[in-house]
């Protein structure tokens, strides 16, 4: 056997250092030189190796395989990299001194990087590794071997992306957290710089290994009420097993998968042996279990007497995929959005979008004095209280036309939640999350999203929802969504089970409901610390992880939110102030996502899409203006809009007043309302002018790249003087007429109107809103609401004229509202009290788009504020159509409109067909009975 020496001679321009070792003869071993207390050792410039074999003869070889340099690391960077150093060949690998990153410069093709890894600092399960760099050479792949402790090698190879940012390297390890080695080989050219930022092990879900069979399809069908399982059985699992069986099986989100075939249970349909399958399974009305459970295929074999069926698993689990039609906007449209209590304001300023929180806890009343709900054989008792301010804010902005999504949370101060939403045991002090824990959870979130999904379908109820939120930047589950200590591929199982019950029993009746998850605006860390594997995960490993989940489950289409609760990056300190200043810090922009590097998050969109089939590819973007940014609210919303506009995959930018205002604070939306109103209209930039001398620019596209002023949306807005009316008019078309009403026909009670009936005798009989200021802020109107089925027309038009009088005392701003789709216009006067007076409204803004909603909208400007609002009637009136000739034309236009919606709704009927037909068959003397019977 025997040793050899090895003498290695460094020289340097002013020394050279000679240093030897041992080494046994017919052993690959590694030779260690320490130079780390050398000071010279950066100027080497010539090496000679020496080898020295006293005993062993002449002709024996030497296989050398070349030098590499150890490169060590601190306590942090060990962390980081999960090694105590790494040796290189081909190239040069140098630390940083801000220990943040490493560089690997390539000198030879092919450049190695290998470590002995560390042993893990924490239990956290993990399945991954996880690597972030940089590629800024000509490398196109990156190989992984890799070396359990007790295993030979093993390696995989992912693509690698040449001159782009950073890039997130996932290699699927079951047992990541057991890796003892592993070398990462770059193919590539020998140029250019690679930027290594951190290697993990980490925790995604893992799709698990290849089964003998597979689902295919795992559908519900709306008509018929069923669910479809469909799929295939191996060749050799058919050829070998042709006497057994298949069996459908269904496990529960809250249930061990184990346990399906060890507890005894019997499945749920049995087929007889074939290469492919279909079962078909019938669900009963309130049948929550049967939607949100996963299905699975199995093998079943009997003994010879039929009895003792044992099974085995052919397929892995499948979700129920539920019928989604996309609605909406579409990408880059990036719509006006609001949260806020100042419905009026919000209104006023034309948002096209609402988000209203919804918390369970609170709609939930344990005592039988709530609301009582039926389902199945169960009762279901929601406060109210909560419910009926629920009702009116959804019905108000549905009546406007605005899409209004709702978003389930839990209260952050809660101590108990009702029906087991959340785990028990969580501190006190912890937001808590929805988890599907068991039956009594899983029915409570079914039975909860069906009775508000039942209850906000139409507009002429109580409103309509589009969508459902489900939670609150989830991915930080420790500040927003904890339910406790959990590895992140076992938290996103809980969080896929609870979107795949939402979506499902909220898309039974309507398919084109949309589910959002919503995530934070923390950029996704380069190094994982524990916390980011427990509780307070990477956003971009909670996306992977999540989609990856959808994806083997088949599960539901889903949308995507972006929370964001910072400033602009161009916003220093001294400019949130009302100064000028600017900052931009590389350290804060890589910190989170915001709207000025949104082209980042779009780009980790469309690596992710590519990757995983439920990945969306648009996302909502909701602002929640922190606290000092102060007087230049308007400069950032204005920024931020027109980023957002301007961005290819933001669909929807909202703008959330609700913290501040849940802590009093109103000013938001008040300070807001302006530029709001006139962003989307053709004065867009005069408005938003202002705001670039806090950005120190003259125009907007020196701070946004694409801006382009001709692509900016134009809806019309217009404004307007409200006149007394004048008998000029040759022919009336009655809409309303209350003196012989007793019903308010479709009218009601709007935001601060405390009721609304028809009250009165003769012609002073009218409806009548009684308002209530107690709440409302100086600069919200209180409002009577009505909201057309289809688009109503004005161009035979000349005026509306509408009949009212105010009784209370002082003086008072009177306000009509009319909304279509893309145009408003509102009208305004001031009146005094107690004064009937008809007043004249100019529609001709509206001709070619028409009326979808009016509103009467009343605030006082002095006296007490306490008052009634009475609207004896609405009339039509041209001046130059007779009443028949007016009428006849109003439904021949209706007619027109009624058949473009039908040809675009695919035939739909709807119930302006009825009225129109009879006002074609009608005679003059009936004009104005068919003017008030077509609102009905």
Avoid at 25 to 54: L, Q
Avoid at 169 to 185: D, H, M, S, W
Avoid at 351 to 368: H, I, K, M, P
Avoid at 844 to 873: F, N, R, W
Wanted: hydrophobic share 40%; proline share 3%; aromatic share 10%.
């Amino acid at each position: 056997m025997g040793y050899a020496y090895l003498r290695l001679r460094m020289y340097t321009g002013e020394s050279v250092m000679v240093t030897q070792a041992a080494v046994l003869v017919n052993t690959w071993c590694a030779v260690y030189f320490d130079i780390g207390a050398w000071s010279e050792r950066d100027g080497v410039y010539h090496i000679e190796m020496e080898f020295d074999a006293p005993g062993i003869g002449d002709g024996t070889e030497l296989l050398f395989s070349g030098i590499w340099l150890d490169a060590p690391m601190n306590a942090e960077l060990r962390e980081r990299f999960m090694a105590d150093a790494f040796h290189v060949r081909g190239g040069s690998f140098y630390l940083s001194a801000g220990v943040s990153y490493a560089y690997l410069i390539p000198t030879e093709s092919s450049p190695i990087l290998e470590a002995q890894v560390l042993p893990p600092k924490t239990e956290t399960e993990t399945n991954a590794l996880r690597i972030v760099l940089d590629n800024e050479s000509a490398c196109t792949a990156l190989t992984l071997h890799y070396a359990y402790s007790a295993d030979g090698a093993n390696s995989s190879s992912l693509t690698l992306d040449m001159g782009t940012g950073r890039q997130t390297l996932l290699f699927p390890l079951e047992r990541a957290g057991e890796l003892r080695y592993i070398r990462l080989v770059f193919t590539g050219a020998a140029k250019g710089l690679i930027t290594v930022h951190s290697i993990n092990a980490v925790s995604v879900y893992d799709s698990g290994s290849r089964m003998w069979g597979e689902i295919n399809t795992c559908c519900y069908d709306r008509e018929s009420g069923k669910i479809t399982v469909q799929g295939t059985v191996a060749h050799d699992i058919m050829t070998t097993n042709r006497q057994s069986k298949l069996a459908l099986f269904a496990i529960s989100p809250w249930e061990d998968l184990n346990t399906v075939l060890t507890e005894g249970r019997a499945p749920l349909a049995v087929a007889d042996m074939s290469i492919r399958y279909s079962f078909t399974l019938p669900v009963k009305e309130g049948d929550y279990t049967a939607l949100g459970a996963r299905y699975m295929v199995a093998l079943q074999i009997t003994d010879e007497n039929g009895g003792n069926a044992r099974y085995g698993l052919l397929t892995g689990p499948k979700s129920v995929s539920m019928p989604y039609t996309a609605s909406g906007a579409s990408s880059g449209e990036a719509v006006k959005g609001v949260q806020t209590s100042l419905v009026s304001s919000a209104s006023q300023a034309g948002a096209a979008l609402y988000l209203v929180d919804v918390y369970l806890d609170r709609l939930c009343d344990g005592s039988t004095m709530g609301y009582r709900y039926l389902r199945g054989e169960k009762n279901y008792y929601f406060n109210r209280e909560v419910l009926s301010s629920l009702d009116r804010e959804i019905l108000l902005r549905s009546a406007a036309g605005e899409t209004v999504y709702l978003r389930f949370l839990l209260s952050a101060d809660t101590r108990e939640v009702p029906y087991a939403l959340s785990p028990e045991g969580l501190p006190l002090e912890t937001v808590r999350g929805m988890i599907l824990s068991g039956t009594e959870a899983g029915d409570t979130v079914a039975a909860i999203t069906e009775f508000l999904c039942e209850r906000y379908a139409e507009i002429t109820d109580y409103g309509t929802i589009s969508g459902i939120v489900v939670g609150e930047q989830v991915d930080d589950a420790a500040v927003h969504n904890y339910i406790g200590v959990y590895a992140l591929s076992d938290y996103v199982d809980h969080y896929a089970d609870l979107l795949t019950l939402i979506a499902n029993v909220g898309r039974m009746k309507n398919p084109g409901r949309k589910v959002i998850v919503p995530i934070s605006d923390r950029r996704s860390a380069v190094c994982i610390t524990p916390e980011l594997l427990e509780d307070s995960y990477d956003s971009e490993l909670f996306l992977r992880s999540l989609f990856m989940r959808l994806d083997a489950l088949g599960g539901p289409d889903v949308s995507l939110m972006l929370e964001s609760e910072h400033n602009p990056f161009s916003l220093s300190g001294d400019a949130m102030e009302g100064g000028n200043k600017l900052t931009g810090s590389d350290a804060e922009r890589s910190g989170y996502y915001n709207a000025d590097n949104l082209g980042d998050f779009s780009d980790l969109l469309d690596n992710l899409t590519a990757l995983y089939r439920s990945m969306p590819d648009t996302f909502l973007y909701l602002w929640s203006p922190p606290e000092e940014t102060g007087d230049a609210l308007t400069a950032a919303y204005a920024y931020l809009y027109y980023r957002l506009r301007f961005s290819t995959h933001a669909e929807a930018f909202i703008i959330s007043f609700a913290d501040a205002e849940a802590m009093g604070d109103m000013r938001g939306m008040r300070g807001l309302r302006h530029l709001m109103k006139y962003i989307d209209t053709d004065r867009s930039l005069s408005v938003s002018e202002p705001a670039l001398t806090v950005f120190g620019v003259s125009r907007w596209s020196d701070l946004i790249t694409g801006f382009s002023a001709g692509q900016l949306p134009l809806n019309r807005y217009t404004e307007g003087e409200l006149i007394p009316a004048v008998e000029v008019g040759t022919g009336k078309y009655i809409y309303w007429d209350f003196s012989a009403s007793h019903g308010t026909r479709g009218w009601y009670a709007g935001t601060h109107m405390a009721s609304v009936s028809v009250k009165g005798g003769g012609n002073s009989r009218a409806m009548m809103g009684i308002l209530d200021r107690s709440s409302a802020e100086t600069e919200e109107y209180c409002e009577l609401v009505y909201r057309f089925a289809e688009s109503e027309p004005t161009e035979p038009l000349d005026r509306m004229i509408f009949d009212l009088m105010l009784e209370g005392d002082g003086v008072w701003e009177v306000c009509v509202f009319l909304g279509g789709e893309g145009a408003r216009m509102e009208q305004k006067c001031v009146l005094e009290a107690n004064r009937r007076i008809a007043l004249s409204f100019d529609p001709a803004p509206m001709d070619g788009v028409g009326i979808q909603y009016i509103k009467l909208c009343i605030k006082p400007v002095s006296g007490s504020g306490e008052g009634t609002v009475c609207l004896y009637g609405v009339r039509g009136e041209s001046d130059t159509l007779e009443d028949e000739a007016l009428a006849h034309t109003l439904a021949e236009l209706r007619s027109a409109g009624s058949a473009g919606n039908a040809e675009n709704d695919g035939g739909m009927s709807t119930p302006w067909i009825f009225a129109i037909a009879a006002v074609l068959i009608a005679s003059a003397a009936f004009a104005i009975f068919l003017g008030r019977k077509q609102e009905d």
